[in-house]
């Protein structure tokens, strides 16, 4: 990921405030805020992944067309334009985090010079992915009605709090947000610092020192420690990619509230759970 607009780095916060004016400045004109809100949220990921953004733009038309037209197909046809939407959004992301493996492995197994050097990782590629896919399906399962506006697709997609790192949202919880009225109480603006902070110390304070003072040199030497060390170094691991991902929606949950868009909390207490469905349920996106 970029170092301009990171979560922990002053930038986005500055970022955020210049969003955050232009927003109150268009709260009473719907569609010009939102199409602001497009521009800025695009901005925030080509300041992360550069061309990269064109194809989160496809991603965003293909998945909006695609539900359009499945809308008014029956039966085989429905079933088929499921059937494109999840080849194309799950062939994009087994590109991206596969085509390396398997060209290096096939390179070794039969002896070719045919090799991938490197293969950049869209960031956040999983998250909109699964975010566009899950409305793809509840299209097809009459969940929810196709989003008319490309413009409001976008902004579903795009919105930047969660684009990177989540929590993945559903479109029948945040279209609606971008045609309401902009509220944000006092209780509510203090609530939004409060999870800022909060996402701030897991993933400053736990994640970041966890992994440097222990997981990292661990897992770069296992052989140099004990037992009970590397051991430590698991557990460790576990905690630090809970304090990393979770920090990471409570500071966006809390970035969200303060532009106005509520979403829902995820990484309720996972490791809590006594069984593997207590594990999921916790995590899942409602």
């Known amino acids: 990921m970029s ?7 002053p930038a986005f916060y500055i970022f955020l405030l210049t969003v ?13 805020r939102n199409a602001f809100l497009f521009a800025a949220s695009l901005f925030f990921y080509w300041k992360t992944s550069a061309a990269f953004v064109f194809l989160l733009l496809f991603s965003t038309v293909a998945d909006w067309g695609i539900a359009a037209v499945m809308d008014k197909s ?21 590109f991206f985090k596969y085509a390396y493996f398997f060209a290096d492995s ?10 991938v050097e490197s293969i950049l990782l869209p960031v956040g590629i999983s998250f909109y992915t699964f975010q566009t896919l899950s409305y793809s399906i509840d299209v097809y399962r ?3 009605t196709p989003v008319k506006s490309l413009l409001d697709f976008g902004c579903y997609v795009t919105f930047f709090p969660q684009l990177v790192a989540g929590p993945i949202v559903r479109a029948k919880s945040f279209i609606p947000q971008l045609h309401a009225a902009y509220h944000l109480s006092r209780k509510e603006f203090k ?6 902070l909060t ?4 993933k400053v ?34 905690l630090q990619v809970f304090a990393d991902f979770s920090g990471y929606s409570d500071i966006a949950i809390g970035v969200s509230l303060l532009m106005g868009f509520r979403l829902d909390e995820n990484f309720r207490s996972p490791y809590k759970a006594r069984n593997l469905g207590e594990f999921w349920r916790s995590i899942k996106v409602k």
Request: glycine fraction near 8%.
């Open 142 to 144: 009459r969940k929810i």
């Open 20 to 32: 955050m004016v232009g927003l109150s400045m268009l709260k009473n004109k719907s569609a010009m």
């Open 191 to 196: 609530m939004g610092i409060w999870w800022i």
């Open 205 to 238: 304070i736990f994640a970041d020192y966890i992994a440097m003072n222990l997981v990292d040199r661990v897992f770069a030497s296992p052989t140099s420690y004990s037992g009970l060390e590397v051991m430590l170094g698991l557990y460790g691991y576990s």
């Open 106 to 115: 096939s390179a070794m197994l039969f002896d070719t010079s045919f090799r």
């Open 199 to 202: 996402g701030l110390i897991k």
């Open 3 to 9: 170092t301009e607009l990171l979560f922990t780095r």
């Open 74 to 94: 029956e039966n085989l046809q429905r079933r088929l334009w499921l059937t494109l939407s999840v080849l194309i959004n799950l062939g994009l992301l087994g």
